[in-house]
């Protein structure tokens, strides 16, 4: 019987540099991490590649540390490792607790934070936690290194500025104080994608981020700065509504995730008060 890996090409870098110069030579291989993603779009026949570069023995691309003053946090970290990283419990709770609702226990000891990023997904569930916390993403090629924001990875619905031969190789998190807030809406507490999904810091000018409600994960501006200057939580929330773009699909409609963003506003604003 044919499955659906027969056909398919898999090369086995042992290090970073070989991975880079091998996606250098050949742009058309894949970089796969945990494959929670890829698998799923193999089997429901939507993913065209037939050539992959397996990066999960790179355990260079595994370190969560403090550079300088920021958190770094390697690509091809799992949740299952964020979850029990002291550091990231530290500096970084609302990521911890992202984590603990994406998928079951099998998702995170596969999963990672690299290829939830790369995915792209307006739904995924880390992306409004990096875009609270003011991110970097780091990407490496062959011949250079180079840092985005998260809040300017995404050029469109699961388009970015990461090239064919780039990895992602960590995400930087700048050190920030204030009272750190997430909550994802879904169908059910696990195994579920977000239908609406919000990380904020209370901050004097608070930082909040929202996913599901946009073609890529967004940050309020308009709607941070009106609370900054001390407009009341329902002007705020009036605000909010001109700036997301819900749209009605297979999980939920844009009149039931206007309403949801709109009470996950409320109630970041009145639990971290
Ligand atoms: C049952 C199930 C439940 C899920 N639940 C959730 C959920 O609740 N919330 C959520 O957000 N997601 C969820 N997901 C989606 C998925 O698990 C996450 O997006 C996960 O983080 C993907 O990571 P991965 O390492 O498995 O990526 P992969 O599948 O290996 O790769 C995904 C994409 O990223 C690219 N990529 C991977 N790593 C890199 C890198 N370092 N540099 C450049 N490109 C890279 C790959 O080429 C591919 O295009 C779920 C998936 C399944 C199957």
Redesign the pocket.
Known sequence: MKGVIAGLEMREPSSLDEALSAMRNDPSL????????????LNFGTLESTR?LN?WSIDE?RVIEKSNDALSIG??T??KSIIQSKLVRKRLPMLIS?AR????A??HN????????????P?????PVLAAADATVV?RSADAERRVPLTQFYTGYRKSV?RAD????AVEIPSFSGKQWFR?V?TRA?????KV?MAAVRSPRPRIALGSVAPTVIRLPMTEGALEEGAPIQEAQRILMDEISPIDDMRSTEEYRRRVASNLLGRFWAETE
């Open positions: 894949v970089p796969l991490a945990g494959c929670t993603d890829l698998y799923v779009a992959f990066l691309l690509a091809l799992t949740y992202a609702e994406i998928g079951g099998q998702i596969r999963g990672t934070l690299g290829g939830n990023i790369a995915n792209g997904s739904a995924g569930d880390t992306l990407m990461l780039e990895l992602i190789v994802k879904g696990a195994q579920a994608i977000s999904v």
